[in-house]
């Protein structure tokens, strides 16, 4: 008789192979395999083996600074390494030890995995959970991440299972010519994607993408966020990035300011990412998009009318702020709505912020949505040109090109 561990892990893979997120028999084997109670414990096993997030530690104020990540997350970056038996693969953000010990399946005896977190006391616990597994291939290093692990290297694979603003040089030199990186890139302002990258002549250049947010890099690579209230209710709150430009003083208040609300014309079917959408206002604007997060109070009171239940992405400039917006249109014949894209402006010169957010959005729909984007990091500068959809991010060591193309 199968135990609720085993029937609850069965029944998250069978979901997640049904939904495409699994799609190689590598990673499903592991993840069947893989006890992720083991890895959690005194978590209930229900929650342990739901698709969710489990958040394990935080920091002095109470911000969470480590999570046991979403299993189809896990999967999905699992797939995008696309590990094999006997490969050496790097790891940074060691957690839980859960990822490490799915590594650690997929590479097989002849492998190892290396995996690396800068707070010693989740290095103590995951080699606790690993032991508990019986997995005997995984070593996991107190260290910062961002400097790799250079006495195990090179690596076949290195993965980050944590954000990164920037790829630090010591990834790069650690893993072997031909090999595969997999790292969550926060690219500007919220906008953030797992990007695979190998080499090329040209530098590194992305083999396929997928939207991800993680926990951000500390220490050297740290990525600083701060969290701005826009009312006094504390309900909604600005995520604030260190390459934002945010005017706490003159903002106050700003969500009592009249309301001037600009549809766009441009649509989406239901179920369908406003990723793309994303990225171009995230490279267009000067103050890239930032979370918004509303809680349902911020709603029912009227001060918000955000596009998810979470909230929005948003922009500010001075003393104003415009954030995203969408309504239904009438049902088709077979009974199905599209979305509408609008833009709500507060503040002195709310209307003309929210204009020039729905103009990007309507020139993103007319020349650039069919298009597909490239990522690279070049080993040679390279000139941004936004007249032709090619944009370079900024960065101290490894600056990245996004190019619509």
């Known amino acids: ?119 010693e006391d ?40 944590v954000g990164a603003y920037e790829t630090p040089t010591a990834w790069l030199e650690q893993l072997t010519p031909g090999g595969r990186l997999v790292v969550p890139l926060r690219l500007r ?22 939207l991800a947010v993680f926990m951000p890099l500390r220490v050297i690579g740290d990525d600083a966020r701060r969290l701005v209230p826009l009312a006094p209710e504390q309900d909604i709150i600005l995520q604030v990035h260190n390459d934002h430009h945010v005017d706490t003083a003159a903002l106050a208040g700003v969500l009592e300011t009249e309301r001037r609300k600009i549809w766009t014309d441009v649509f989406f079917p239901p179920k369908v990412p406003y990723e793309w959408m994303d990225l171009w206002l995230a490279c267009r604007l000067d103050n890239a998009i930032m979370r918004m997060n509303v809680q349902p109070t911020a709603v029912q009171r009227g001060a918000v009318t955000p596009m998810f239940g979470w909230g929005a992405m948003a922009t500010t400039r001075g003393a104003d702020l415009a954030y995203l917006t969408t309504r239904p249109t009438p049902a088709r014949p077979d009974g199905s709505r599209l979305h509408e894209v609008g833009v709500i402006g507060h503040g002195p010169n709310g209307r003309d912020l929210a204009h020039h957010v729905s103009e990007e959005i309507r020139t993103w729909n007319a020349t650039y949505r069919s298009r597909s984007v490239r990522f690279e990091i070049p080993a040679a500068p390279v000139e941004a040109d936004p007249s032709v959809g090619r944009f370079v991010l900024a960065r101290r060591h490894h600056p990245i090109t996004v190019t619509w193309q």
């Open 1 to 119: 008789m199968r135990s609720e561990a085993s029937e609850l892990r069965t029944s998250l893979v069978d979901r997640l192979r049904a939904e495409d997120i699994v799609r190689t028999s590598a990673v499903e084997v592991a993840m069947r395999r893989t006890p992720r109670h083991l890895f959690l414990p005194g978590v209930p096993l229900r929650q342990a083996y739901a698709d969710e997030s489990v958040y394990i530690k935080t920091d002095a104020h109470g911000t969470s600074i480590s999570a046991a990540s979403q299993p189809r997350i896990v999967a999905m970056m699992l797939e995008q390494l696309a590990v094999r038996p006997g490969q050496r693969v790097m790891e940074v953000g060691a957690g839980t030890g859960y990822n490490a010990a799915l590594l650690a399946a997929i590479v097989g005896e002849a492998g190892r995995v290396v995996t690396i977190d800068v707070n």
């Open 122 to 161: 989740l290095v103590e616990k995951a080699r606790k959970h690993l032991a508990a597994a019986d997995v005997t291939n995984v070593d996991v290093v107190h260290g910062d991440g961002a400097l790799g692990y250079a006495k195990g290297a090179p690596y076949d694979r290195i993965i980050a299972t």
């Open 189 to 210: 302002g919220a906008v953030s994607r797992s990007i695979i990258f190998e080499t090329y002549e040209g530098g590194w250049r992305d083999h396929g993408s997928e």
